[in-house]
């Protein structure tokens, strides 16, 4: 009897091993009303489901570092789906840390393109109850700087897609 519980077990787990996350990417970045610490930006992604079975999101985890310091951070609870062998758009709201935007700033007069990192997680209603999320890139100085308003404009949107 107790075999049967084992091969049961094995044969659940081998078919979980081999569920592929869905791809991530950025594709926008754009700031909100924040206050003078607490510098907050909408960061927009897609998702590919590459998989025959859709997602059931029930919310997102999302951390975006550039030049490996993690610079803003979020969640969302909103809960959408991702249908099967399809792509979808998202946001989350985002807060980062003022010392480590002035930081990023600093470096932007030795830099052409910084590197960045998208990772999280995406939580869902079902087994499994969590997909690994991760993309690396490249952002060009004009790119953050427009972002950050460091051309002495007022911050605006960095649209990747």
């Known amino acids: 009897m107790s075999r049967w519980y084992v091969l049961i077990a094995c044969a659940l787990l081998a078919g979980c091993a081999s569920y592929t996350p869905p791809e991530v990417r950025l594709v926008g970045l754009a700031p909100l009303e924040s206050t003078l610490l607490e510098p907050r930006m909408r960061l927009d992604f897609s998702l590919l489901n590459t998989s025959r079975k859709a997602l059931a999101i029930r919310g997102v985890d999302l951390a975006l570092e550039i030049n490996g310091v993690e610079l803003a951070r979020g969640v969302d609870g909103h809960g959408f789906e991702l249908p099967a062998f399809g792509e979808t758009r998202a946001s989350v709201e985002v807060s980062a840390s003022v010392f480590k935007l002035i930081q990023l700033l600093l470096t932007l007069p030795q830099a052409e393109d910084f590197s960045y990192e998208l990772s999280g997680k995406l939580h869902l209603d079902a087994f499994p109850r969590s997909l690994p999320l991760r993309r690396a890139g490249s952002i060009t100085r004009e790119q953050l700087q427009g972002l950050a308003g460091g051309n ?9 897609d």
């Open 152 to 160: 002495g404009d007022r911050p605006g949107s960095l649209r990747l």
